[in-house]
Every structure is written in C-alpha cells, then in structure tokens.
C-alpha cells in the first residue's frame, strides 16, 4: 500500500530556512505529482507545489516562488521542499500527498496524503 511519511517540521524565526522531506513507500500508477498542500489553523487546505513524477518538472504557487524548491532523490524514494526565507504567513501544517493529475493545483487532484508536519514561523 502506498504510504507517505513528512518530516523536518519546527519552530523557526523569520528569515530562517527549513527542509521538508517526504518519504514515499509503495507504488500505484495514480501517482504522476507529488505536491506539497499545507493548512493554516482556521484555514481551508492551499496547494503549494508539485512535482512530477515522471521528469521531475516542478511548479509553484506565487507566494512561494523564489523561497521554496522541489527536489526529489530516487534512490532514497524521498522528495524534499526547502524552504528559505520563512515568512510568519508559512506557518501551517504541511502535507505532501500525491496523485494522478499531471501538475494538480487542486487539493482534490491528490488521492494518497501523508500525516502532516508542522511548521511554525515566529520571532
């Protein structure tokens, strides 16, 4: 069964960096993206990236662009979301997921969704 793992959430300052990994087990062929979809408290769920599977193009939501980077290691099964630059309006719980909707921006698109780790951005 396919199962997806988040880890390097925390509690960082402004202006500081994180990286998110995301550990994949399993296989199904409804898993062309790998996107990264995070929750504010009180908020609805916001797409934030994706990657895909089969050549490893990336896109972006304008918030992000610039500060967060996509990059995956196929030897490890693991994707990984740098993230520079924090801001306080990054804080969420942040979920990778993944799905078969070539480049899905929709949190719809994605059929498999990990447990979530939590990033906090405060002086």
């Known amino acids: 069964q396919v199962q997806l793992v988040e880890s390097g959430g925390g509690l960082v300052q402004p202006g500081a960096s994180l990286r998110l990994s995301c550990t994949v087990s399993g296989f199904s062929l409804d898993m062309s993206t790998i996107g990264w979809i995070r929750q504010a408290p009180g908020k609805e769920r916001e797409w934030v990236s994706c990657?895909?599977?089969?050549?490893?193009?990336?896109d972006y939501t304008d918030s992000v662009k610039g500060r967060f980077t996509l990059s995956r290691d196929n030897a490890k099964n693991t994707h990984y979301l740098q993230m520079d630059s924090l801001k306080p309006e990054d804080t969420a719980v942040y979920y990778c997921?993944?799905?078969?909707?070539?480049?899905?921006?929709?949190?719809?698109?994605?059929?498999?969704w990990g447990q979530g780790t939590q990033v906090t951005v405060s002086s």
């Open positions: 997921a993944a799905g078969a909707i070539f480049y899905g921006r929709r949190t719809a698109d994605y059929y498999y």
């Open positions: 990657i895909s599977s089969s050549d490893g193009g990336t």
